[in-house]
């Protein structure tokens, strides 16, 4: 796991590489101490940036107690340049203790990342990007408590931010809570235009002007118009982000190397509203979406394999947080992705999810771990979900790899891991419950699971053609489940302490532009026990 310790006082990496980053940033504010603009001109090896524009904002990722790691993406120029980023004490920077060069790298689309080391733990920094002529909005963040530490901490999760299906009301709520860190479960962005939405939130992007992403500049351009929301711009500069993948991030229910098995032939690809002629292999798409993605995210990528989005960070002694890739390594969606379908398949001792490496690093991880709670950033549901009993619903899931979700929780429980906790996105519905090695009540539990439901895209009622009051009553089959909440759209927020870990679940109207958040429902695990009860 990534500790401060692994990072010099200049911010590089040495003796441990780090396996992910995240994001975050602050309000703008007055500037109101000169720009440095001589330190700018000491480096003569690029160009200094003169002008552009900072219209993505600025994100801060994965602090430690000791470091973070800064971007932006730098627009309105043309070749790589050079600019400058700051770390102050105050929001007015008259106390400035970092500063240094970073370059907007044109085969990165521009973004620019630095990496600040030598902070101090528990400490809020604020920070800002400029170029000659231009400056970025001022970021803030907060480093992690101490190493050794059981400082109580708070965790904002979501998934699934459709920018065509509403605004960003979950992301604006997120922004105003006081948070140590917050995490993307996946589905940061759309490849295609699923839904419909408010008239003034349409997707035209792509060289298509549908929406529709293949090419490498199609989802750098996707990737712009999220960002330049101004509600996602003020979460990020409010607080450090991280995000893992799902699979929007380059195609709907693709595995591994396979297409979504909806596709039909390999020249066609499926949108929410219309077939699309596929204009790329999807390994040269997964390639383009996977590039867009780190460039647009303050992440170090490992060396040695430059594609590894999976990994994990400890904040203080509290929470060890374990970031799941559920999409790059697994094996195709069993019986042909059918929802709805009694599947065999789905018990197949041979299938996987997480892929052979990554499933032993988790494993030896949750054992090795002395953090009082084990938090896995998992992107899909873990707990079954059944219409009928013993019938699943969707095969995309953990139900479709019944036999690795058997396997990871009975090493859990012969291990004697305590206090697994699952934050999980994808399915566009709130739940809360118990993981058991079955997935159902049948099985031996193992964790906790909170599900946040979905920022803005729509749910199960609409992907099925069903009411939410059937699914509600179809779902009294599933006694695990303690909660659910298959209309509402939202977040969640997690706060730990060494005797509990809480989460609320909170709730926005995507359809109404500043909509605020309310409280759905509010549940505590109690140190030692498995099992959300419901506060």
């Not at 050079?82 to 970073?102: A, G, N, W």
């Not at 990165?108 to 600040?116: L, P, S, Y």
């Not at 994990?312 to 929802?339: N, P």
């Not at 995309?396 to 009975?410: K, P, S």
Request: hydrophobic share 35%.
């Amino acid at each position: 796991m990534e500790t401060e310790r692994g990072i010099d006082s200049e911010g590089g990496l040495r003796r441990r590489e780090l396996l992910i980053a995240g994001a975050a940033g602050g309000a703008a504010l007055t500037l109101a101490n000169p720009l440095n603009y001589s330190a700018i001109a000491r480096g003569r090896r690029r160009p200094v940036a003169r002008g552009g524009k900072f219209a993505a904002g600025v994100m801060s990722g994965l602090p430690t107690d000791r470091g973070i790691t800064l971007w932006t993406r730098l627009s309105g120029i043309e070749r790589t340049s050079r600019l400058m980023v700051q770390v102050s004490t105050d929001p007015h920077f008259r106390r400035v203790i970092r500063e240094k060069p970073v370059v907007a790298h044109r085969r990165q689309g521009f973004a620019a990342k630095a990496r600040i080391g030598g902070l101090r733990p528990h400490t809020e920094y604020y920070y800002r990007f400029y170029t000659k002529g231009s400056h970025s909005r001022v970021g803030k963040f907060r480093t992690f408590p101490p190493h050794g530490s059981r400082q109580p901490v708070r965790i904002g999760y979501y998934s699934c931010q459709a920018y065509e299906a509403g605004y960003f009301n979950a992301q604006a709520a997120l922004a105003k809570e006081d948070l140590d860190l917050v995490i993307c479960l996946g589905d940061y962005i759309y490849e295609t235009s699923f839904f419909d939405g408010p008239a003034n939130r349409a997707d035209t992007t792509g060289r298509l002007n549908n929406g529709d992403s293949e090419y490498l500049d199609e989802y750098r351009e996707k990737y712009a118009l999220y960002q330049a929301d101004r509600d996602l711009q003020a979460m990020h500069a409010a607080h450090p982000f991280l995000a893992v993948w799902d699979d929007h991030e380059v195609e709907d229910n693709y595995a591994g190397d396979a297409p979504d098995p909806d596709n039909g032939p390999p020249n066609q690809t499926k949108s929410h509203n219309a077939k699309v002629e596929r204009r790329i292999p999807l390994l040269q798409r997964r390639r383009n979406g996977y590039h867009a993605f780190f460039d647009s995210m303050p992440r170090i990528r490992v060396k040695r394999d430059l594609q590894r989005v999976y990994g994990s960070t400890s904040i203080g002694s509290l929470v060890d947080v374990f970031f799941l890739d559920e999409r790059q390594y697994r094996d195709v969606q069993a019986c042909d992705d059918k929802l709805l379908s009694n599947c065999p398949e789905e018990d197949d001792p041979n299938r996987t999810l997480l892929g052979a490496a990554q499933k032993r690093w988790l494993k030896n991880s949750l054992v090795r771990s002395n953090a009082k709670w084990k938090l896995l950033g998992n992107n899909d549901m873990l707990m079954s979900l059944d219409i009928t009993p013993g019938s699943s619903v969707n095969p995309d899931q953990w139900d479709g790899y019944a036999a690795e979700r058997a396997e990871l929780g009975n090493h859990v429980l012969s291990n004697g891991v305590k206090n697994v906790v699952a934050a999980t996105g994808d399915i566009h519905t709130f739940f809360a419950g118990t993981v058991t090695t079955t997935g159902r009540q049948s099985g031996t539990p193992w964790a906790s699971e909170f599900v946040g439901g979905s920022a803005t895209s729509l749910g199960i009622p609409e992907a099925l053609g069903l009411p939410a009051a059937a699914l509600g009553a179809a779902a009294a089959s599933d006694p695990h489940i303690s909660f659910y909440d298959f209309e509402k759209r939202g977040f969640g927020v997690m706060s730990v302490s060494p005797s509990a870990f809480e989460c609320e679940l909170k709730s926005v109207d995507a359809l109404t532009k500043g909509a605020p958040a309310e409280t759905l429902a509010k549940f505590s695990v109690a140190d030692g026990t498995v099992g959300p009860q419901q506060i």
